[in-house]
C-alpha cells in the first residue's frame, strides 16, 4: 500500500528526500494553492507537510478523510488547528530542534557584534568615515555571560561562550547542580545572574512568567555597562525599560533579533547608534531550512510506516472506551501539576504519581502525561502538551515514576502527585467528588477540601486564635474578597494551612502586608 503525501509549502528538495526514498510514499508537490483548493484535494492524502504559508483549518482538517499526519517543517505550529486534528484523529509533527545550532550561531554573531560595534563601524565606513576612536570595543575573554533558559539553545550558546574563554551564569528553573556542572556553567536565580554577568542573553518561551523578565528592577540590578542579547522571543525584555536604560548608560548596548510587534522598521531602539538589530533571523540559514524538512519528513515516513512519531505535538489517538472513562480527570490532573509547580521553590528532580481505586484498573498514560504538563507548562509554554510533556521532563532529567492501588485510601478514587527536589518533598492530592467536580484533599499531610481553580492563596501558619481573622481582615482592608476558605492542621496550636479562594490575584503589596502577620511562616499565591 502506498501513502500519498501532500507537500503545499516551499521545501527544499534536500529536505523531503526521506520520502521520496520511502519505499511505499508518494509525494505531490503544490505550493500555490488556495485554501478552497486545498480543501478540495485533501481527501485523497494520508499526510500534509507545511511550512507557514498554508493555513491547515478545521475546515480542511475535516475534509481529510484519509489524514493521518500533518508535519509542520518548523518549530511554530499556529498555522495548524491543533484542536481539531486532535478531534479527528490527525497526529501533528513539527522539528524542534532543527534550528538549534542555526539560532545560537545568530546568537554568538550578535554577541560579538555587539561586543566589537561591527555594524556601527561598518556603517561609518559605508558613509565614508574611518573613525577608529568611536568604534573601541570590548573583549570576550574573560568576561561573564549570564543565560536565561539552558534548553538546547541556551545550552549550546553557553558552550560556545566558553570557547571564547567566558565565564558562563545560568538560570533555568529545571537546571540542577549536576547538570550544570556537567555543562560547566555556574548557576543561579534569575536575581543571580543579572547582577554577575557582563553581558545577557535570553533563551526562554515567551509565558506569562517570562513577559517583560528583563524590566526596569532587572536593570536597576545589573551591572554598569551591562550589555543584552535577545535571539529568542519579543516581550521577554520590556523594550520601553531597556531604552531608558540604555540612554541613562546602564546598558552599554543591546543587540535584538526579535522584537515585541514585528516589523519593527520605526522602533525607537533602532535610533540609539547603541542598538544593532536583525529582521529575526536567528533561524534563517541554508542548513536550519533543511534541517528542519528533513526531520519533519523522517516523523512523518516513521509514523506512516510503523505508527511512531518522534516530535508530536498533539495528543494521539485514546480508544474511546478508555477515554470515556478519563476523560473527567484530565482537568484535576494538570491542575494537581500546576498547583504543585506553584509550591515547589527549587528544581524538580523526581515526580512520583499514584493512582488508586477504579483508576487502578485503566490505562493512565494520558493522566499521568497531562499531569507532567501542568507541572512544566508554568516555566515552558504552552508548547508543552499531553504527548511531549514526558519527553520534556526526560530531557531536563526528571525522573517520572507511576504507580497504581486497589486500595481506594477514603475515596472512590484518587490521584496523588508528589515532587521531588534536593532539599524537599511536596505532594498533592485530588479527586472527583459526584456532583461536585475536582477537588484538592491533601496538601502535604494537611486534609483539605478546596477546588483547583482560580485565584487561590495557600498559607503556611500557626494554629492559633485570631490568625484566619487577621487574613480576612487584612484582605477585607485591601478590598479583596474571599469567595472560600479551608483550613488544614496538623494539631490544636501546631502548624496549620490555609487554602484561600479569593475573586483577583494578590499583588506584590498585597502579599508583604499579608506576610507582616506573626502568625504566617510562608505564602504562596497562584493562579489556576
Not at 520605526?266 to 544593532?276: F, G
Amino acid at each position: 500500500m502506498a501513502f500519498k503525501v501532500l507537500i503545499s509549502d516551499p521545501l527544499s528538495e534536500d529536505g523531503i528526500q526521506p520520502l521520496r526514498k520511502a519505499g511505499n510514499v508518494e509525494v505531490d508537490v503544490n505550493t500555490s494553492l488556495s485554501s478552497d483548493e486545498l480543501a478540495e484535494i485533501i481527501g485523497e492524502y494520508d499526510a500534509l507537510l507545511v511550512r507557514s504559508q498554508t493555513k491547515v483549518t478545521r475546515d480542511i482538517i475535516s475534509r481529510a478523510t484519509n489524514l493521518k499526519i500533518i508535519g509542520r517543517a518548523g518549530v511554530g505550529v499556529d498555522n495548524i488547528d491543533l484542536s481539531a486534528a486532535t478531534e479527528y484523529g490527525v497526529i501533528v509533527v513539527n522539528a524542534p530542534d532543527g534550528n538549534t545550532n542555526s539560532a545560537a550561531e545568530h546568537t554568538v554573531a550578535m554577541l560579538m557584534s555587539l561586543a566589537r560595534k561591527i555594524p556601527q563601524a561598518y556603517l561609518a565606513l559605508k558613509n565614508g568615515k574611518w573613525d577608529r576612536k568611536t568604534h573601541v570595543g570590548v573583549e570576550l575573554k574573560g568576561k561573564t555571560l549570564g543565560v536565561i533558559g539552558m534548553g538546547r539553545i541556551g545550552a549550546e550558546v553557553a558552550a560556545r561562550a566558553k570557547g571564547q574563554r567566558m565565564n558562563v551564569i545560568a538560570y533555568d528553573p529545571f537546571l540542577t547542580k549536576e547538570r550544570a556542572d556537567k555543562l560547566g556553567v555556574d548557576f543561579g536565580s534569575v536575581e543571580d545572574v543579572v547582577g554577575a554577568a557582563d553581558f545577557i542573553t535570553v533563551h526562554t518561551p515567551l509565558i506569562k512568567e517570562t513577559k517583560h523578565l528583563l524590566n526596569k528592577d532587572a536593570f536597576n540590578k545589573m551591572k554598569e555597562g551591562v550589555r543584552i542579547i535577545n535571539c529568542a522571543r519579543g516581550g521577554i525584555i520590556d523594550e520601553e525599560a531597556l531604552y531608558d536604560a540604555i540612554q541613562s548608560g546602564k546598558v552599554a548596548g543591546a543587540a535584538l533579533d526579535v522584537f515585541e510587534e514585528e516589523p519593527a522598521t520605526d522602533h525607537r531602539l533602532l535610533e540609539l547608534p547603541e542598538v544593532i538589530a536583525t529582521p529575526h533571523l536567528g533561524a534563517s540559514t541554508v542548513e536550519a531550512q533543511e534541517n528542519v524538512a528533513i526531520d519533519v519528513s523522517h516523523d512523518v515516513v516513521r509514523y506512516l510506516t510503523e505508527g511512531v512519531a518522534k516530535n508530536p505535538v498533539n495528543l494521539p489517538a485514546v480508544p474511546k472506551e478508555v477515554l470515556n472513562k478519563i476523560e473527567p480527570y484530565f482537568y484535576l490532573s494538570e491542575k494537581l501539576g500546576s498547583f504543585l509547580t506553584y509550591l515547589t521553590s527549587g528544581v524538580i528532580e523526581e515526580i512520583n504519581i499514584s493512582y488508586s481505586g477504579e483508576l487502578n484498573e485503566l490505562d493512565v498514560a494520558p493522566l499521568t502525561r497531562n499531569t507532567i504538563k501542568g507541572l512544566l507548562k508554568r516555566h515552558l509554554g504552552d508548547h508543552v502538551n499531553d504527548v511531549n510533556a514526558s519527553y520534556l521532563a526526560e530531557k531536563r532529567g526528571i525522573q517520572v515514576n507511576e504507580s497504581k492501588s486497589s486500595t481506594p485510601k477514603g475515596f472512590t478514587n484518587l490521584l496523588k502527585v508528589e515532587v521531588k527536589t534536593k532539599n524537599v518533598t511536596r505532594s498533592v492530592a485530588g479527586t472527583l467528588l459526584s456532583g461536585l467536580g475536582p477537588r484538592l484533599v491533601q496538601v502535604d499531610a494537611y486534609s483539605v477540601d478546596a477546588v483547583p481553580e482560580g485565584n487561590l492563596v495557600v498559607i503556611k501558619h500557626n494554629d492559633r486564635p485570631g490568625a484566619i481573622g487577621k487574613v480576612g481582615t487584612l484582605l477585607a482592608q485591601r478590598e479583596i474578597n474571599i469567595g472560600a476558605m479551608q483550613v488544614g492542621r496538623s494539631g490544636v496550636g501546631g502548624e496549620a494551612i490555609m487554602i484561600l479562594s479569593v475573586d483577583k490575584n494578590l499583588e506584590d503589596a498585597d502579599i508583604e502586608a499579608l506576610q507582616q502577620i506573626e502568625e504566617i511562616e510562608k505564602l504562596t499565591a497562584m493562579e489556576l
